[in-house]
């Protein structure tokens, strides 16, 4: 019997984390999917504030990647943002993401979405052995990450889902902007103006 369709017990929440610097369609396609897969309710995209593992490099302005993230996500009934990372002061710890969208969402079962590659990062994240219980953890398929054969995950704590393969990356998309380089079609066209209106990544 099919449970698609809010008939769940507990409200089915995502989490996109992410510095979306800026957001591009991979970040969008990883969120749909597992909303489909999972039956999500809701999937609350999150931009971090100061990236624990991005401190040596430079990173756009939070509101800039708030906004864009915004715009990005505008059109989908089911996808929201969240200022919790940027408006906490100091380096971002998906631990206290997790902790403060648990607790604004009490009785939510929650789904912390990643990447191939992110998820190699997670047994280094603070407090990592505590993430298990405030979340499903949920790592999808990138071009040119394998699933990380040296890291152990624990015991059926991450799903992996295979999704769509787009080879599109932020750092990427910067370089483009850079360079004049078209981004059309590599984030969505709003973000492609908003690039363009302030003069990011020139
Ligand atoms: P950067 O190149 O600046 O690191 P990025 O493209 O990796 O940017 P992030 O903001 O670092 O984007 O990633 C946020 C999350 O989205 C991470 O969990 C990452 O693994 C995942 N992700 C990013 N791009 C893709 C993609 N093309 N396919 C699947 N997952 C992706
Ligand atoms: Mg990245």
Redesign the pocket.
Same mark, same amino acid.
């Given at each position: 019997l099919s449970t698609r369709g809010n008939r769940h017990a507990r409200p089915r929440i995502g989490i996109? !984390? !992410? %510095?979306?610097?800026p +957001?591009?369609?991979?970040?969008l /396609?990883?969120a749909s999917e597992v909303a489909w897969v999972y039956d999500l309710d809701e999937v609350i995209f999150v931009p %971090?504030g100061r $990236?624990v593992f *991005?401190l040596d *490099?430079k990173v756009t302005n939070a509101e800039d990647r708030y906004l864009m993230t915004v715009i990005a996500t505008a059109s989908n009934p089911k996808f929201t943002v969240s200022r919790v990372d940027i408006d906490r002061p100091g380096i971002t710890y998906t631990i206290d993401t997790l902790r403060d969208i648990r607790a604004q969402h009490p009785d939510a079962e929650l789904f912390f +979405? %990643?990447? =191939?590659?992110? /998820?190699a990062e997670i047994m280094q994240w603070k407090d990592a052995e505590h993430m298990w219980d405030l979340a499903h953890f949920v790592a /999808?398929? @990138? $071009?040119g990450?394998s699933s990380p054969a040296g890291v152990k995950l624990p015991e059926g704590k991450v799903d992996t889902l295979e +999704?769509p393969?787009? =080879? +599109? #990356? #932020? %750092?990427? /998309? @910067?370089r483009r902007a850079e360079h004049g380089e078209p981004v059309w079609y590599l984030v969505p066209d709003g973000v492609v103006q908003y690039i363009g209106k302030h003069g990011l990544y020139r």
């Amino acid at each position: 019997l099919s449970t698609r369709g809010n008939r769940h017990a507990r409200p089915r929440i995502g989490i996109m !984390g !992410g %510095t979306f610097d800026p +957001i591009h369609n991979g970040h969008l /396609v990883a969120a749909s999917e597992v909303a489909w897969v999972y039956d999500l309710d809701e999937v609350i995209f999150v931009p %971090t504030g100061r $990236p624990v593992f *991005k401190l040596d *490099k430079k990173v756009t302005n939070a509101e800039d990647r708030y906004l864009m993230t915004v715009i990005a996500t505008a059109s989908n009934p089911k996808f929201t943002v969240s200022r919790v990372d940027i408006d906490r002061p100091g380096i971002t710890y998906t631990i206290d993401t997790l902790r403060d969208i648990r607790a604004q969402h009490p009785d939510a079962e929650l789904f912390f +979405i %990643t990447g =191939a590659d992110a /998820v190699a990062e997670i047994m280094q994240w603070k407090d990592a052995e505590h993430m298990w219980d405030l979340a499903h953890f949920v790592a /999808v398929t @990138r $071009p040119g990450y394998s699933s990380p054969a040296g890291v152990k995950l624990p015991e059926g704590k991450v799903d992996t889902l295979e +999704i769509p393969a787009l =080879a +599109i #990356s #932020s %750092t990427d /998309v @910067r370089r483009r902007a850079e360079h004049g380089e078209p981004v059309w079609y590599l984030v969505p066209d709003g973000v492609v103006q908003y690039i363009g209106k302030h003069g990011l990544y020139r």
